[in-house]
T-cell receptor
Framework: DGGITQSPKYLFRKEGQNVTLSCEQN?????MYWYRQDPGQGLRLIYY???????QKGDIAEGYSVSREKKESFPLTVTSAQKNPTAFYLC????????????FGPGTRLTVL | QQQVKQSPQSLIVQKGGISIINCAYE??????FPWYQQFPGKGPALLIA?????SEKKEGRFTISFNKSAKQFSLHIMDSQPGDSATYFC???????????FGQGTRLTINP
């Protein structure tokens, strides 16, 4: 089955620690995205990548970093510089930048203790 | 100008009733308006989408109504069912998928 997998589903982090969220897709999509979702708010774009070895900042990139070494993988690192990291993180992918083809993964809930 | 305003924040509808969620936008460059459905603990899934060259699009019990002059669009769920209980997001895009702007979301509850 084609789709997007995110791991882990739940993640707990102590303050001051970096943590990496995994996102893998087998849809053969070129573009991948990371969103942050907070209660009662819409999704906000953190980073996106249109092709391998290239990525761009979204609206709330501060305190986050990404890499895109393989087409299938787009891991997100939440650094200690992110002041309020507790949130639900969603990975998505699409064919090129065609919005109609955008699929979302199941999400990772990050809690900072 | 990049915002999409969604209302209401929460909505309770009786089974069999019509659920209506509204969105408004300012940016006239937006040309694609999708709606997403999200169940608790899951990622959003594309439900239905419309482009501004039509005023209405229907897929099963779900209908988007689009008013270009008012810069508003809405989702209608006919014969609402308990399985429709979820959070619904409207969105708008005009410059590619990386520019997709989301509304704040509406938590819909269908009472049996």
């Amino acid at each position: 089955d084609g789709g997007i997998t995110q791991s882990p589903k739940y993640l707990f982090r102590k303050e001051g620690q970096n943590v990496t969220l995994s996102c893998e897709q087998n849809l053969n999509h070129d573009a991948m995205y990371w969103y942050r979702q907070d209660p009662g708010q819409g999704l906000r774009l953190i980073y996106y990548s249109q092709i391998v070895n290239d990525f761009q900042k979204g609206d709330i990139a501060e305190g986050y970093s990404v890499s895109r070494e393989k087409k299938e993988s787009f891991p997100l690192t939440v650094t200690s510089a992110q002041k309020n990291p507790t949130a639900f993180y969603l990975c998505a992918s699409s064919i090129d930048l065609f919005v109609g083809s955008k699929f979302f993964g199941p999400g990772t809930r990050l809690t900072v203790l | 100008q990049q915002q999409v305003k969604q209302s209401p924040q929460s909505l309770i509808v009786q089974k069999g009733g019509i659920s209506i969620i509204n969105c408004a936008y300012e940016n006239t460059a937006f040309d694609y308006f999708p709606w997403y459905q999200q169940f608790p603990g899951k990622g959003p899934a594309l439900l239905i989408a419309i482009r501004p060259d039509v005023s209405e699009k229907k897929e099963g019990r779900f209908t988007i109504s689009f008013n270009k002059s008012a810069k508003q669009f809405s989702l209608h769920i006919m014969d609402s069912q308990p399985g429709d209980s979820a959070t619904y997001f409207c969105a708008a895009s005009g410059q590619g998928a990386q520019k997709l702007v989301f509304g704040q979301g509406t938590r819909l509850t269908i009472n049996p």
